[in-house]
């Protein structure tokens, strides 16, 4: 049996912008957004493992073959289908990724449709900024970023920037400011985020969750998963999205 065949998939279309989604699970919203490759097996087992805790996870199909495993040639594949792509950005600095837009709308979606107090949104490596700029929108109440890795890390400016224009940075900070914590999670010393950790330090203050894992690594919760992140990441999830009686 292929990996996603348990999975209800449906098309989501908004600001123009179509993609195949995968659903699976009950409870509380999580959009787990994939790395590159795609959805790897790591992913769809990652996302598996936020079904079993509790949650209803979409797995959006961004770039890449469903399923394919990491390996040097899916990941040059997907380089080469995203460099070409307008729905993401790269290397420019204080911009936002134009995808922000249908992801903060399925998101906005999937909390008009389940409820509570929002969605759960999780970016990893290529897409872990992603969660950031979704959190502009009041539907996200539970933003993760795993190694959060765009722009490329060339140059000083690049590695501190977080992907993210002026005026939607200033959302995240009052967002932030108001209650809404964001959990970011990488291995210490992986040169691929850069600084913009301590960026995010400097911006939201205690408000960011930051978790600095040992060891050498990039992967936190696939394909270098250490089980301590993603206990962290299902403790935050339960945390921020069940409703308490």
């Known amino acids: 049996m292929a990996l996603l065949d348990t999975w209800q998939r449906s098309?989501?279309?908004?600001?123009?912008i179509?993609?195949?989604i995968y659903r699976k699970g009950t409870?509380?919203?999580v959009i787990v957004i994939h790395e590159v490759p795609g959805p790897t097996p790591s992913v769809i087992g990652f996302g598996q493992e936020v079904v079993d805790a509790g949650f209803t996870v979409v797995l959006p199909h961004l770039f890449g073959t469903p399923e394919a495993p990491m390996s040097g040639v899916t990941v040059a594949k997907a380089m080469r289908q995203v460099c070409v792509s307008a729905e993401f950005t790269k290397l420019a600095t204080g911009v936002t990724t134009p995808i922000a837009g249908w992801l903060r709308a399925?998101?906005?979606?999937?909390?008009?449709?389940?409820?509570?107090?929002?969605v759960g949104a999780l970016g990893m490596c290529f897409t872990g900024g992603f969660a950031l700029a979704m959190m502009v929108d009041d539907a996200v109440a539970a933003p993760v970023l795993c190694q959060p890795s765009v722009p490329f890390t060339l140059g000083t400016?690049?590695?501190?920037?977080l992907n993210l224009s002026g005026d939607d940075?200033?959302?995240?900070k009052r967002r932030a400011a108001g209650g809404c914590a964001v959990l970011g999670l990488q291995y210490a010393g992986d040169p691929l985020t850069g600084?913009?950790?301590?960026?995010?330090?400097?911006?939201?203050?205690?408000a960011f969750i930051r978790v600095d894992l040992p060891g050498k690594g990039h992967s936190t919760v696939t394909e270098h998963r250490d089980q301590g992140a993603v206990e962290r990441v299902l403790g935050f999830f339960v945390e921020k999205l069940r409703v308490r009686s």
């Open 157 to 161: 400016k690049r590695k501190a920037d």
């Open 169 to 172: 940075l200033a959302a995240v």
């Open 11 to 16: 098309d989501f279309a908004a600001d123009g």
């Open 195 to 206: 600084t913009r950790f301590d960026t995010l330090d400097r911006e939201l203050g205690e």
């Open 106 to 118: 399925l998101a906005r979606d999937l909390h008009g449709e389940l409820g509570g107090p929002g």
């Open 18 to 20: 179509t993609h195949p």
């Open 27 to 29: 409870g509380p919203g």
